[in-house]
């Protein structure tokens, strides 16, 4: 009995042709499904990032108002108040907008970074209407009524 034991251990040299190709195969089925989800998330996560910024940029003008009694008439003066907010959402300063009319109601913006480029904006008006909305509408996290 312990002599074919043995007998078989030795003879058994490594995985079949069979055995290595099945493994592959399942490699190869589970990479197909969890590459579109990583790719999904990294992109939810910019958008979350650009929406997470344009909320910050909106603090900020609001705090600017109650010190100057007007809104800020760019990004830069935001950036006086909050100093987080000269860390772009995607790297690029021309992309964030602050739009003011009359001191008395404001329109920001930020674009999302990577394949959905999406642009989320909240605006104020003057009698105080705080809207929020991106585009284009149904891409990455903004939903088809284009309202976040």
Known sequence: MLHTLRQRAKDEQGFTLIELLVVILIIGILAAIAIPSFISQKDKANDASAKSYVRNMQT????YFTDNNQYAPNPAALVAIEPSLANYP????GDVTAATTAGSDFTIS?????ASGVVYTISRTATGVIS???APGGKGGCPASTNW
């Open 132 to 134: 929020r909305t991106c």
């Open 110 to 114: 930020a674009k999302s970074k990577g």
């Open 60 to 63: 900020a003008e609001e705090t």
């Open 90 to 93: 995607d790297g690029v300063a």
